[in-house]
């Protein structure tokens, strides 16, 4: 299983540690107007040669939510990265995954937010020529794994903070004046929508999960439906985030359970951890090793 | 004032949460009425329609010489997608000349299946751009559903160039998310269900559970320490077209009133509103725009109201304090 992460800017790239990684998602897919992203950025070029000199696998996301405007724009990314080492593209619209297959030579994956969430789906993507998806964040393991036997690769979020709704514009910045700061720099701040224990997370048009998904204890079972990638969703995260959690999950691979590890992943977040849907249960819960 | 000048062939179709209201519906005006097959829609299943309720519902809409359209706008599981094919033949086999999906693989398979049966891809597709709608109309859709966020230059452009059926909801809500692309609610909450074979997710919208609406909680704003705001909702309006009707109807094929859920009268008053709205835009007479926004006005007073009673009663549910 690679174990891949995502970074949205040069800047942060030459930051942090790639180590723990085989591949890293390169820019920042919720918003255009986000500080220095690589998905409207010159550097996107850079980042590649920088992935791919450490000897990782660089793949380039694209924006999450197109209308027919943002088409051009990403169009015009690909164009930029033609010629370069790029490994695959991710993209989460079903017209511009289309698209790329049709026109450019690119691998392909399709990222969370496609709403992939049957095999008849997954099945008419392959057809396309997709090589990898990641299922709806919504569906259970048992449907991840069906998926799966239409032969497609199979990438899942095994820490981190999932999506749980996309907007075409950014309701954080309605507080710019209450926050004291305004766009783009409003969203590096660490703040958080809270009602009666719910807590969520605004990031761009993004809206992330309070809580850290965590699939520490469920790795053999990732592996043994198959997945292929496990990504660690780094996106809204400081620096040290992506390799403190990267570390561990490669410890986790590579040597196996430790129970330091998992607390240490169990304190990382102060709104704590969950298992998202993989259980066929409340998103917010964290149901533990004993399934 | 506007002057009523056009050549109109758009459909206007209505919601049928019960067979009453599918009678209701077309008695009213609406050319077509959709209704949700129990288990396998966007709604409550209180608001879906049980198999001998859709053969009345199939045999109300061939005495108004109507469509009847069936909402399987649920994503199934994997493991569903025979059960949901075998499904929809029947009913094609009983008179349903359309369908609503929602997954676009599934699309594809009744396509092959059923070359005749008319193909709504549903609002929850999420369809967002011309290349996107382009994908559904290959795979079988003859009609798309457009997002509520998008404008009217962006679905002229899809319009020309997909040259696929457009439908827009005339009254409806825009969520604070892209609709279809929302796990809040499941997020808060979730309890997976049955009726009868067909798995259910009571709190999962896309998945014909109901949704929690936990957008209209009272929120604040925090970083832990400091409250930046507080008790405000996650923006959620409901909203009633007029004035963009005239523009509307140059180029879509169909306006759609959703309200499954609201009371058969209420839902009756708007169907027969809109329609005599289209006849007069249809004739040549000269339309007062604000003698129309004032009865509009008057009904959305109503709506509200029970919109706001369904509200607390989600909410109250997501608690486990009421059963749906």
Redesign the interface.
Known sequence: MEIVTNVPTLEQLSKCSLEPYDGIYLGNPYCWRYDGNLIASDDIKNAVELVKSEGKKAYVTTYA???????PLIFKLIDAIMDSDVDAIEST????I??IKKEYDFRVHAGG?T?I????????LVEIGVERIMP????SLE?IE??KRTGVEIEVVIHGKI??????NC?LTK?EE??GEKCPDICR????????G?V?KPFGNV?L?GKDVCMYEHIEKLIEIGVNAGRVEGISERIGYRERVGRIYRRRLEVGFDRKDLEKLLSLN?HGVCNG?YF?????LYVGGGV | MLEGVFELHVELLAPGGSVEMVQKCFESGANSVYVGVKGWSRRASRYELEDHELVDAIRIARDFNGELRAGFNA?????E?GMCLEKIESLYSKGVSAVILN????I??VRDRLKDLKIVASIG????????????KD?GANMIVADC??SFD?LK??KEKVGVGIEVLIHANTD???L?????S???????DKIGDKSYFV??P??GGVCFR?CL????????YAK??DGFN??NDMFLMLEEIPTLVEFVDCLKIQGREYSVELIGEIVSFYRRFLDCLKSDCNINIEQWKRELLRIATRRDAERLRKTLLLMMASEGKVKL
């Open positions: 939510v197109p209308r027919n405007k943002d088409l619209n079903l017209g511009v289309n698209y937010l709403n969430y049957t095999s008849a789906t997954a099945e008419l709806a964040y919504e569906i449907e069906m998926i999506p749980l709704g996309i907007s075409h309701f507080f209450s926050l701040r660490e703040v958080y929508f809270e009602s009666d719910l969520l809206t999960s102060r849907f066929n249960r409340t998103g917010q | 994503t199934p599981s994997s493991s997608v997954d676009i693989g599934l594809k398979l597709c999420n369809i967002l751009n011309y290349h996107e709608a382009r994908l559904y795979a966020k998008l962006e452009e899809i604070f998310t892209y279809g692309k929302c796990w809040m499941g997020y808060l909450s979730l309890r997976p709190g999962s896309n998945r936990p909680k009272k929120w604040c704003l925090t970083d832990g930046f705001a996650l923006p």
